[in-house]
């Protein structure tokens, strides 16, 4: 029974290996020729060729079913996620991944050990795995932009005051400036180029950060756009707002300092006392670990370290 449970597991990994590269190559040639001239006649062209707008159908069904899936709140912020830590995936095709590389280390997990129900496990947490590694790399992109967003202010002031206009000053941080800042502003120069407003391109730059400082920068200059006024005048206010701001968040890493050094402790305290005491007696730790009911207690005691250090990193994070 356990070896015809490989193999199904073996072919359907197969299959999803292969019908991923195939749909991946399939949306890629469909991109590549969407971005050519449709009007423009090609020479020689063979009258039986596939025309080029042969996959157009399954690319408007593959654009409705992102829709529906981007209904939930999950897949949507997961998705949003993706395209902030830089990965360009879809969040469908992230889980999809995250299955399949489990059934991998399952299936070598129940070869090597040969245990059946630990061999699950992989499955079971792989999915949650890649969505906190997703979030945690999402997270560190975002206070990497927050942190440059005072130095692109202040380039566009001195940009601004040396009499260049407000688009050569986006264009300047563009070329110029560091990542993540330098994309998203070529990001956002892209849509005020394609004849969106700028107040709602402004709008949905904040949005798709998503944070405070974004939300305050694009805030004070569609004030701007829509009320009029000295962009220089309003970019310096926004300037000591974004110091100010710094300056009490690294108060506050201050304070909650002590509550982090607490998680970290929690974490290395049982395994050093596991370690000191496997050193001086290594006896009873072999039994414990040899015994199944002792390893169910490892298994336990791991979980609940788990829970305790998620517990104190909780605390320790202010809430808004």
Known sequence: MMTFLIICIVVAILYGIITY????????????R???????????????????????????ELASINERLNKYTFIRKLSRNLEVSGFKISATKLLFLAILIAFLLSLVIYLFAGRSLFSFVPIGISPFVAIMLINMLAERRRKKFDGQLPAFISQMLTTLRSGSTPMQ????????????????????????????????????WSEFWGTKSAHLVST?????????????????HILDSLEFTRRME????????????????????????ATVMYLSRPEPIDRLWLHPTG????????????????????????ED
């Open 34 to 60: 969407l971005a050519d001239n449709p009007f423009e006649p090609e020479e020689n062209a063979d009258a039986d060729s596939e025309s080029i707008w042969s996959g157009a159908d399954d690319l408007i």
């Open 220 to 236: 004070g200059i569609r004030l701007k756009w829509e009320t009029g006024g000295q962009m220089a005048a309003i970019l310096t």
């Open 295 to 318: 390893r169910y207690l490892f298994y336990i005691v791991g979980g609940l370290i788990a829970v305790g250090y998620i517990w104190l990193r909780k605390v320790a994070k202010l």
């Open 250 to 273: 690294l108060r506050v890493d201050t304070v909650t300092a002590q509550a982090k050094l607490s998680s970290y402790i929690l974490i290395a305290l049982p395994f050093g006392l």
């Open 21 to 32: 590269n195939l749909q991946s190559q399939s949306d890629q040639k469909l991109r590549d």
């Open 169 to 204: 000053s986006l264009q300047n941080t563009a070329i110029n400036g560091p990542e993540p800042i330098r994309t998203s502003v070529s990001q956002l120069i892209d849509t005020l180029k394609l004849g969106v407003s700028p107040g709602q391109a402004w709008r949905e």
